[in-house]
């Protein structure tokens, strides 16, 4: 039975219904910085198992859990030395840290998927923050779209994907960020295991040590590294300066006049990532035959984690 998914302003009375239905066991879309989120009680099992199946997600796929802060992170899962630093440098922001799960931490063991680590997460938004305040535990949160496709930067994204199979989202406008997190595991050594909105280089530089990336679709690491994900209806192609007549071309930069649609014409990676899933969409509702076709992208700062989900977007369906 689908069930009627409300629109609520992100004001304090908006805020505050969201967490009446997070306490009640209750889905909500809520917006981070990054991407949007669709929250429910971490502790509570069949909240948990909701998310699952409104996403249609695989349930050997764990989730990030968000908390307000790194005294919070701490009740959940062991920090050490690195961890401690990088939080302290990244938090709030967009980097999630996948560490050692406490034996106490009260979680629900299908936020997991059963494993010894746990993904955790402040994020910046303040009305995330807000949002954690008013529920005071922490939050279970996928991006807020059905499993395999677009992640959702607006909250009429999340309803196009997920409207009838949740409580309510919060609108709160454009995500600014527009790419999901960093994930670093630092269970060892530090290993870069999804590019996203905290650039690489930020990371390295906090380390002071190169990062080495953690896994591959063939071996993943983070078991949500699967090759096809973000994919739209149409075909895409990427690496394109000569698209053919019948394909939508995507620019980025200036030398792109020919593009309807353009990341960013000044070539900037910090718009193009907050422009990347919207124009995505969009181009493939625009796409006939031909499929999408996207400009180049340079592969430093936001450009890696845009690339990543553009090969992904591109990548053979299954
Ligand atoms: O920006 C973001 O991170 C957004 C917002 C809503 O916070 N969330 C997000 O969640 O992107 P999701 O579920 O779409 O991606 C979570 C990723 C998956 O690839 C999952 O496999 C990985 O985190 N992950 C979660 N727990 C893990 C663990 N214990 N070990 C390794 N990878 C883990
Ligand atoms: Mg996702």
Not at 8 to 22: F, N, V, W
Not at 116 to 128: D, E, I, M, N
Not at 132 to 141: C, I, Q, R, S, T
Request: hydrophobic share 45%; with cysteine.
């Amino acid at each position: 039975m689908p069930i009627k998914t409300q629109i609520l302003d992100a004001t304090s009375d908006g805020i505050a219904a969201a967490a009446e239905i997070l306490r009640g066991g209750g889905l909500v879309g809520f917006p981070t910085e990054t991407v949007y989120g669709l929250g429910g009680d971490a502790r509570d099992d069949r909240a948990v198992a909701r998310i699952f199946e409104a996403k249609g997600r695989p349930h050997f796929n764990p989730l990030i859990v968000h908390v307000p802060d790194v005294e919070t992170a701490q009740t959940y899962a062991v920090f050490s030395d690195q961890a401690r630093a990088l939080a302290a440098s990244f938090w709030p922001g967009p980097l999630t840290m996948v560490l050692p799960l406490r034996a106490d931490a009260g979680l629900s063991p299908l936020v997991t998927a059963g494993l010894a680590s746990v993904a955790l997460r402040v994020p910046a938004h303040p009305v995330a923050r807000a949002l954690l305040l008013a529920f005071d535990g922490p939050l279970a949160a996928p991006s807020a779209n059905p499993s395999g496709r677009i992640s959702p930067t607006r909250a009429a994204h999340v309803l196009a994907g997920l409207s009838g199979r949740i409580e309510a989202v919060l609108n709160a406008g454009p995500c600014a960020v527009g790419v999901e997190s960093t994930i670093v595991g630092l269970a060892g050594a530090p290993l870069l295991l999804r590019p996203g909105g905290l650039p690489q280089e930020a990371l390295e530089a906090a380390l002071g040590a190169p990062l080495s990336f953690g896994g591959s679709a063939e071996k993943p690491n983070a078991p949500g590294q699967l090759a096809s994900h973000y994919a739209p209806e149409a075909g895409v192609r990427l690496g394109v300066t000569n698209p053919t007549p019948d394909e939508v071309w995507v620019g980025f930069g200036p030398d792109c006049p020919a593009a309807v649609l353009n990341l960013s014409r000044s070539g900037d990676l910090i718009e193009a990532a907050a422009a990347l899933f919207h124009t995505l969409r969009l181009a493939d509702a625009m796409a006939g035959q031909g499929g999408i076709a996207f400009a180049p992208i340079p592969e430093t700062g936001l450009g890696r984690a845009i690339n990543d989900r553009l090969r992904r977007a591109a990548a053979p369906r299954n």
